[in-house]
């Protein structure tokens, strides 16, 4: 069986990280379904999706992390191309990744104690988000 979901988000722009667990958790329900494979993503190239325990001090150290791994305010090709101003988006969005699968077990994702689903906003701007969700299983 197959089962699809979405929903929506609107962010601040960077470096906005929204737990998006609970949303993923109420499609998995809906879903019925009880073993198998459940592909959460973002059809976009700006903006991310991990897992973090989202405290705010490691959420602090995930953003200045980020920053640090693809900084503002230097030359991007992207930039002179485009007149954006959003090639480190990209490039955070391409390091970090735009989409994250977990097993389903007994109805239930398999994550640790600690460990959320976080959607990462990686453009300079705020933006409205559709956020995919895709089930497989039994």
């Known amino acids: 069986m197959v089962y699809e979901g979405e929903f929506d ?3 601040k722009g960077e470096p906005d990280v929204l737990d998006i667990t609970d949303n993923v958790k109420a499609i998995l ?49 992207h930039d002179r191309a ?4 959003n090639g480190f988006s990209h490039v955070r969005s391409a390091l970090l990744g735009t989409s994250f ?15 959320q689903i976080v959607f990462v906003e990686c453009d300079n701007r705020p933006r409205r988000r559709t956020i995919h969700v895709q089930i497989v299983g039994e």
Do not use: H
Request: overall charge neutral; aromatic content about 8%.
């Open 9 to 11: 988000l609107k962010t």
């Open 29 to 77: 329900k809906k879903s019925g379904i009880t073993s198998g494979i459940c592909c959460v993503f973002l059809a976009g190239s700006t903006g991310a999706i991990t897992t973090i325990e989202y405290e705010s001090g490691v959420i602090n150290d995930l953003k200045r992390a980020i920053e640090r791994m693809a900084p503002k305010g230097i030359e991007y090709e």
């Open 82 to 85: 485009w007149g954006d101003g």
């Open 101 to 115: 699968s977990a097993p389903v077990r007994n109805g239930e994702l398999v994550l640790g104690t600690w460990q």
